[in-house]
């Protein structure tokens, strides 16, 4: 079982488990973490902007141009800033930490 | 005191669901208010995606946003409902048997059942969240521009990488004292020609694009920007004397009011029982994408639906001891109001 783990913006850390192939956004959501993902994923709204641990950066996959684009608008943007709908959930993300900002 | 309307429902937010509660209400007889902080109805389909086809529409694949919101408009014209655009609705309350909304522009209306089709919230300006800045709104901060002979001799920082940043920085180079283009990276989200264009007024020293810098402050006093403030991601930090700060980063749904009106809200969803969208207040019904219950599908499909539910049983609060009876369209036609 693949497990991730969420820091909300209070610094509380939350480890839950995901399935293989889930998106982490929808994995966020189940879990009742603090986040809109107001697009339900469809790349329209950059609500579900989390900063990936440095050390997990490079594993949590390619950043498409349309991300990027949408990352523009979204704020705080770090070097490890992703749109968790764009990153789906496998063995090599198994144990990936992420910071979730403010709800805004 | 300005005048009341009244109205048997009042619905929040003209999104899809929004419009097509009027409908489901109107077939039973119900008149209906809709109010929208958007300048035009659709909700999201208008905002973010108006030219995208649609292919899970039952009867309508491929249609475009847009075309069904036209549709939906074209639907619901027999009803004869009221929509009140550009404004948010701030307060709700309840005084003896009725509701009283209160919008942003200062309209009333007071109504028997309310229905809250807000989706993730009003639109309105993504706006950077830096601390003060809606101390500088109204005077040094803005999210449109009507005239630009309002920025002639000023110096003026535009923020964001979009069609909107681009635009006004063409257009300001020639009146403003001094332009800034503050913007994360080097790739800008806008026609081709006029990011060559906008570059090229760089290369010319008529504007300067600040490349790779993100808002990280404001400062000024009162409602009068002196300095922004922007960093790289490295933290290289810069000051720019500013008089103007226009932000452009799209649209951004906020919740704002809703939350503070005693709905069991989690994550910008309120529960509701799926067999009626009834909240857990009296009288006040949610569909479309803010309703959420188990397995919940955030989809056009299931809020025309829960429209439904939501109009038949809110028929039972407007018209208390009458009794409700079922009709197809088939049989009852479109009612007239
Ligand atoms: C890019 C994209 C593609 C999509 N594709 C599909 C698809 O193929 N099929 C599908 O079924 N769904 C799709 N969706 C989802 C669909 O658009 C939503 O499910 C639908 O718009 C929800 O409708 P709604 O009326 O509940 O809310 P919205 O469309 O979000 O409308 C809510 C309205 O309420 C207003 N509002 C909120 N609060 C207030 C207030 N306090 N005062 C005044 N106004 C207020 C808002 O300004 C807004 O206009 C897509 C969404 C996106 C972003
Ligand atoms: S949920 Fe909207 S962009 Fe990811």
């Known amino acids: ?104 | 005191m300005s005048e009341v309307h009244t109205t048997d429902v009042a619905i929040i937010g003209a999104g899809p669901i929004g419009l097509f509660s009027v409908f489901q209400c109107g077939m039973l007889k119900m008149s209906c208010h809709v109010i929208d902080a958007l300048p035009a109805t659709g909700g999201q389909c208008t905002a973010l995606y108006p030219e995208k086809p649609l292919f899970d529409i039952p009867a309508a694949p491929g249609i475009n946003a847009v075309d069904l919101i036209e549709r939906l408009e074209k639907q619901i014209e027999p009803f004869k409902p009221v929509i009140h655009l550009n404004q948010q609705v701030t307060e709700l309350e309840k005084i003896d048997e009725h509701w009283y909304l209160s919008t942003s522009s200062g309209l009333k209306i007071q109504a028997k059942a309310v229905i809250i089709a807000a989706g993730t919230g009003a639109f309105g300006p993504n706006k950077p969240p830096l601390d003060s800045i809606e101390q500088f709104e109204g005077n040094s901060v803005h999210y449109m521009v009507q005239k630009r002979e309002d920025f002639r001799g000023q110096r003026i920082v535009i923020a964001g990488g979009g069609d909107s940043a681009v635009d006004w920085a063409l257009s300001l180079a020639d009146v403003a004292a001094e332009v800034y283009v503050i913007h994360r990276r080097d790739r800008f989200r806008a026609i081709p020609e006029s990011v060559a264009q906008m570059k090229a007024l760089a290369d010319e020293g008529k504007i300067e694009l600040v490349i790779p810098y993100q808002l990280a402050s404001l400062e000024g006093e009162g409602d009068k920007l002196k300095t922004v403030v922007v960093k790289t991601l490295d933290g290289d930090e810069r000051r720019i004397e500013a008089d103007h700060l226009l932000s452009f980063f799209g649209l951004a749904t906020k919740l704002g009011p809703i939350n503070d009106w005693g709905l069991d809200i989690l994550n910008g969803v309120i529960k509701v029982e799926p067999s009626t969208c009834a909240t857990n207040i009296e009288g006040i019904f949610a569909v479309g994408d803010i309703a959420d219950y188990p397995h919940k599908l955030k989809l056009i499909l299931s809020g025309f639906s829960e429209a439904a539910q939501a109009a038949h049983a809110a028929y039972l609060i407007v018209n208390p001891g009458q009794a409700l009876n079922f009709e197809h369209s088939t049989t009852s036609g479109v009612p007239t109001l």
Not at chain 1, 67 to 79: I, K, P, Q, V
Request: glycine share 8%; proline share 4%; aromatic share 2%.
């Open chain 1, 1 to 104: 079982m693949t497990t991730l783990t969420f820091i909300k913006p209070d610094g509380e850390k939350t480890t839950v488990e995901a399935t293989n192939g889930a998106t982490v956004m929808e994995v966020a959501k189940e879990n009742d973490m603090p986040m809109l993902a107001a697009c339900g994923g469809s790349l329209a709204c950059a609500t579900c902007h989390v900063i990936v641990d440095e050390a997990w950066y490079e594993k949590s996959g390619e950043v498409c141009e349309a991300e990027e684009d949408l990352l523009d608008t979204a704020h705080g943007l770090t070097n490890t800033s992703r749109l968790c709908c764009q990153m789906k959930v496998s063995d090599d993300v198994d144990g990936m930490v992420m910071t979730l900002p403010p709800m805004g």
